[in-house]
């Protein structure tokens, strides 16, 4: 390995947005001034736009660089120092972060931006930007981290940051309440991260070799036997379920659609929730030394894409419909590395950021519109009204449904082919990600149908809706660019061209591990294959949208049982409920509170100590009686006592 | 070192000459001035203290014996002056307002004050039982007398009486107890006593052993160690406010400069037994002062109590007998002068004439009306409960650790645990203060806290009240004093 060259000006990265949230955060003022407003907005968006240029200026560094020795490290200080185990406050910057911070702070600046409008006349403007700008820093040192203990902050910190933006109208009980369901979902998740850590740290300290530096632990990994590999994987694993939303932890993130939209796209779409996805890309060397977790992390995201893409088709909610194809694209990311194709799932992370954040954006621009209407149902024939949004939203929903050349069919597409090629790959795999991707096209382009043709099914809100502010629909058109063009850095090989992407990754996460040769012809009939199921669900999202609308109808009543099941998300929220909420609350509730706690700890331990002693005070002050006859005589007995012990 | 000639036999006393002489120009001016402007008195008094202190800190790191003996001046002795004398500065600057609140005769106050202070250096500069006895009754009659000052209420005369019957009481234990150790080893010298005690000890000479019993409870109840310490609370309770604030913290820093020089020093070959005595002590002071406070309603007695208690956590310094423990005692006695002053300075500010305004309920929702003195409380009761980062922290926290690395690891978890329960009584004053609310129409809402208590007050307050933040945060500079004062005494041990 070659020597980490030092890049002292990575610490800004993170450190802009932190003190951007200083100083909104404490500047915080409650009577906002139209100055006072620019002033926060300025300031709000100039930090992650100045993390941009660095990232930039230190991609540009990387590519300089000869391909094996990519790497820029800043140490700002040791942060623990315990015999021979440090723990530095290190940043590093290799080609898999660069393109992590790139899409942070790119789309997260335009996110900023669009906030701007998004959020204007907000009473909480300024705690609004104060947590953007924190969640920009936590999530920066999540990718930045040099080592797992800072992966592991900026973890935490982007989950906590995420808490207070799902929350953010927190006078509302029902947002308050998502944004604690995610935090607590969350934290099952974490607690596994958390033991996975602490075993890694601890089963290499066994070996002597004390360390949570990534690199280090890379070299060492050897030393593990595969079932502690195996067992640190999946716990690793379970934080990344929860993190990015999988199948059983997904329930938090279709509620964490409470906070404001542009938070949806920032956090719930384009970047905290990929964490997980990084993380098990960061891992790769631990999670390729064990079968079972690469099986594990594949299929928990083949079935999880299916599962709920299925529930999309069925939910009537702009920003629901949204959520649920995140986590449905989430599982096609983990199927990506979860067959060692690393490349491919972070290609798809960054590609899903530009449509994904464009199709939220773009929904909060209908809303916004409508007077922060959701429903579908009540929308209709915005395409006239408001053609930015529009046609911004159609090149997304191409790019996520997979139409070539817009970038989701590059990135899915890779997936799709690796799912099935893969040493770890399987038919059965590709197949349910192929099932999945029809479904996808045809939730996507209902969405769309509904929301953008037809005639407008509520005069009211048709007649008050208007195009959003250019602060909005900039970012919108710049992030179609994206959605649109981003895709072709990494066209596959087999077309005849190189694929940039994979190559600037592949010092980090290694080669493809292939399985049986495939030959060129196959790989092609594949992509035929992806692309005739993209046009199928556009085809059966038309004749059901727009040509026999009495269809849908119909359909639902003939298979009145399973349109429940699926309308109403598999009850998993319910069983859930029963399962474990209940349960807890009634025994925290009537044993652990009111018996244990209330009876026990406080009226027992706490009131007792103090009964007992409040007891011991009222006897022992009687001895105080006022006389000095009294008190001569209590110094005579200690006298003699002390005499006797003396003499004696 | 024995030295000879006057003048320099003279320089070793210096600053109780200072005192005493200050103290008579003041009983002079009382004469001279009439009752309406005592106010040379006062700047007399405080004068006259500072140049003491001056001169005890221009003697820091001198060594030297005079009269034959009966004086020394080492750093201890300076370290226990200064303690003492600080204590007579701040005890002034509380004084002047409140003394004429209550109508206090000033020229007397002053004088007493002075030559109580002059009495206490004799004690830490004591060489002779001869000196240990003349010290404590210089210091301690005229304290008898400022005790029973305020003659408006009855409580005073009271307090004062019965102070006096059991000081006197305590007096003849004391001097009875060094006539029995005279008979045994013929000689009040304290390092002859240090020489001849391993032979009076081989042959368990009852003389002896029972002469060091009755120097035990002497000095235990000048410090207010349980079972001599019954007439604490009424002494406390009935004396002028500032009377008390200096009983608290001078007559206790006093008593334990000479337990340490006499017992702990001098007697240190049979710490063995001296050390069991001293566990017992300390844990029924710490127990009982520590206890009964909880249920105190009144804030002087309240403090009273505490006092036992903080005896306790010294004494707990004290039983390991090393180094290690008589420098935690220094830096406690230190760090609780400041505490306790500060407490008392606040009782002063908040109280109104005749003494009244001191029951802890008069102390509701102070916050609201007077938030610096409810700042000022707060530190004090914080740091009289040994929380960081105040002072009183370290203080227990070197007392304790003294006693682990000693081996007394039951003395220190008592002393913990009794510390948890002081929490309430202290913190108690704070939740009364903060969080309730002035009762409507009652008398103390009306503005007890508005009355005129003069600048003195304040700057005594935030004097003790950075102090304490100050030692809590650094408190290294403390323990360097602290441990330069018992250089050259160590090798007693």
Redesign the interface.
């Known amino acids: 390995m070659e020597e980490a060259i030092v890049f002292p000006y990575l610490r800004w990265i993170p450190l802009l947005p932190l003190i951007g949230f200083l100083i909104n955060g404490l500047g915080a003022r409650a009577d906002l001034t139209p100055a006072r407003v620019r002033r926060i907005h300025w300031i709000a968006c100039l930090a992650p736009f100045g993390s941009f240029l660095i990232s930039v200026f230190a991609f540009t560094k990387l590519l300089g660089l000869p391909a094996e020795g990519r790497l820029l490290t800043d140490t700002v200080f040791t942060w623990i120092a315990a015999g021979n185990f440090t723990a530095n406050l290190t940043f590093s910057l290799d080609p898999l972060s660069s393109v992590m911070t790139l899409v942070v702070t790119g789309v997260g600046f335009l996110i900023h931006v669009y906030s701007i409008g998004y959020m204007h006349g907000d009473g909480s403007y300024s705690r609004y930007f104060s947590y953007l700008n924190l969640f920009m820093a936590m999530m920066l040192v999540l990718v930045l981290g040099g080592n797992l203990l800072l992966l592991f902050l900026g973890w935490e910190g982007v989950g906590l940051c995420s808490y207070f933006l799902i929350g953010f109208w927190y006078e509302d009980p029902e947002k308050a309440y998502a944004g604690l369901k995610a935090f607590v979902v969350n934290r099952i998740g974490d607690f596994g991260f958390l033991l996975g850590l602490f075993l890694l740290f601890w089963s290499l300290g066994q070996k002597g070799v004390w360390t949570i530096e990534f690199g280090s632990i890379q070299e060492h990994v050897h030393l593990l036997s595969p079932a502690v590999i195996t067992a640190v994987c999946l716990l690793l694993f379970m934080g990344a379920m929860g993190k990015s939303a999988q199948i059983p932890l997904y329930v938090w993130l279709p509620d964490a659609m409470a906070g404001p939209t542009p938070v949806s796209a920032l956090i719930h779409a384009a970047t905290m929730v990929t964490a997980g996805v990084y993380m098990v890309a960061r891992m790769h060397f631990l999670f390729i030394a064990s079968d079972f977790a690469m099986h594990w992390v594949a299929w928990t995201g083949a079935i999880t894409a299916l599962f709920a893409a299925t529930i999309g088709v069925c939910q009537n909610d702009i920003k629901k419909v949204l959520a649920y194809s995140t986590v449905s694209q989430l599982g096609y990311m983990f199927v990506g590395v979860g067959v060692g194709a690393y490349a491919a799932g972070i290609f798809h992370l960054m590609t899903h950021a530009f449509f994904k954040a464009l199709l939220f954006l773009g929904a909060g621009s209908v809303m916004h519109a409508m007077g922060n209407e959701t429903d579908i149902r009540k929308m209709g024939g915005l395409r006239k009204k408001m053609p930015w949004t529009f046609w911004t939203f159609i090149v997304a929903t191409l790019a996520i449904s997979g139409f070539p050349p817009f970038s989701g069919f590059f990135s899915k597409d890779e997936i799709l082919w690796q799912s099935y090629s893969s040493h770890f790959g399987s038919t059965a795999l590709w197949a349910v990600l192929w099932i999945a991707a029809a479904v996808t096209s045809f939730y996507m382009f209902r969405l769309v149908f509904l929301t953008f043709f037809g005639e407008p099914r509520d005069a009211h809100l048709h007649e008050h809706a208007h195009e959003s502010p250019a602060v909005m629909t900039v970012p919108l058109a710049l992030l179609a660019v994206g959605a649109a063009a981003a895709g072709l850095v990494g066209i596959p090989a087999s077309w005849g061209f190189t694929n940039l992407f994979e190559h600037f990754l592949e010092p980090v996460v290694g080669g493809l591990p292939h399985g049986a040769h495939v030959s060129h012809a196959v790989e092609l009939l594949f992509v035929g294959l992806s692309i005739a199921v993209a046009f199928a669900g556009l085809f059966l999202a038309w004749w059901f949208y727009l040509r026999s609308r009495e269809l849908p109808e119909r359909l639902a009543g003939r298979y009145a049982r399973l349109y429940d099941l699926v309308y109403n998300k598999y009850y998993v929220d319910e069983l859930y409920d029963a399962l474990f909420v209940r349960p807890i609350r009634n025994l925290s509730e009537k044993f652990l509170w009111k018996i244990f706690d209330a009876g026990f700890i406080d009226n027992g331990l706490v009131n007792g100590t103090a009964r007992f002693f409040q007891r011991s005070a009222r006897s022992l002050r009687r001895i105080q009686v006022g006389d000095v006859q009294g008190y001569a005589f209590a110094m005579v007995v200690g006298m003699l006592a002390i005499i006797g012990f003396l003499l004696l | 070192m024995g030295i000879d000639s006057l003048p320099a036999a003279l320089s070793v006393i210096r600053p109780e000459l200072i005192l005493a002489v200050t103290a008579l120009v003041c009983l002079a001016l009382d004469l001279l001035y009439k009752p309406a402007d005592k106010m040379p008195c006062w700047a007399v008094a405080f004068f006259g203290s500072l140049a003491a202190l001056a001169s005890t800190i221009a003697s820091w790191g001198t060594e030297q014996e005079a009269f034959s003996q009966l004086v020394r001046m080492d750093n201890l002795s300076n370290f226990f002056a200064v303690i003492f004398l600080m204590v007579g500065l701040i005890t002034l600057c509380l004084s002047d307002s409140y003394v004429q609140r209550e109508g206090l005769p000033a020229g007397e106050y002053y004088t007493l004050l002075l030559i109580s202070m002059t009495g206490m250096v004799f004690m830490a500069q004591a060489n002779d039982l001869m000196t240990v006895y003349l010290g404590i009754e210089i210091m301690s009659i005229p304290v008898y007398v400022l005790v029973a000052m305020m003659s408006k209420s009855p409580k005073s005369p009271e307090a004062g009486l019965?102070y006096l019957?059991?000081g006197g009481?305590?007096s003849a234990?004391l001097l009875f107890g060094i006539a029995l150790l005279y008979g045994a080893v013929g000689t009040t010298q304290l390092a002859d006593i240090l020489r001849q005690a391993p032979g009076a000890l081989k042959a368990s000479d009852?003389l002896f052993?029972?002469g060091?019993?009755?120097l035990?409870?002497g000095m235990?109840?000048k410090v207010s160690l349980?079972?001599?310490h019954?007439?604490t609370?009424?002494a406390y309770e009935g004396a002028p406010t500032s009377v008390t604030a200096f009983m608290s913290v001078a007559v206790k820093a006093a008593g334990f400069s000479v337990l340490i020089r006499v017992i702990v020093l001098s007697l240190s070959p049979m710490a063995v037994?001296w050390s069991?005595?001293f566990w017992w002590l300390a844990v029924l002071s710490m127990v009982?002062g520590n206890?009964?406070?909880?249920?105190q309603e009144n804030i002087k007695r309240m403090l009273a109590y505490s006092s036992i208690a903080h005896a306790g956590y010294v004494l707990v310094a004290l039983t390991t007998g090393t180094e290690t423990g008589i420098h935690a005692a220094l830096i406690y006695l230190f760090i609780y002068a400041l505490m306790n002053l500060g407490a008392f300075g606040v009782v002063i500010a908040v109280s109104r004439e005749g003494d009244q305004g001191v029951e802890i309920r008069d102390y509701t929702g102070m916050a609201r009306k007077r938030p610096l003195y409810a700042l000022a409380m707060a530190v004090f009761m914080f740091s009289l409960a040994g929380v960081p980062p105040t002072a009183g922290f370290i203080g227990k926290f070197y007392a304790f650790s003294a006693a682990v690395k000693a081996g007394y690891v039951w003395l220190a978890v008592i002393g913990v645990l009794m510390s948890a329960?002081s929490a309430?009584f202290y913190l108690r004053v704070l939740v009364v203060m903060y969080m309730k609310e002035p009762e409507a129409g009652a008398e103390y809402s009306a503005g007890p806290w508005g009355a005129p208590i003069g600048a003195g007050v304040s700057v005594s307050l935030w004097v003790c009240a950075l102090s304490i933040l100050f030692l809590g945060i650094w408190p290294g500079w403390l323990s360097h004093f602290a441990q330069q004062a018992l250089q050259g005494l160590t090798s007693l041990l």
């Open positions: 019965k019957l059991l009481f305590a234990i009852p052993l029972a060091v019993g009755l035990l409870v235990g109840f349980v079972p001599f019954m007439w609370p009424d037994d069991q005595i009982l206890v009964v406070a909880l249920v329960v309430y």
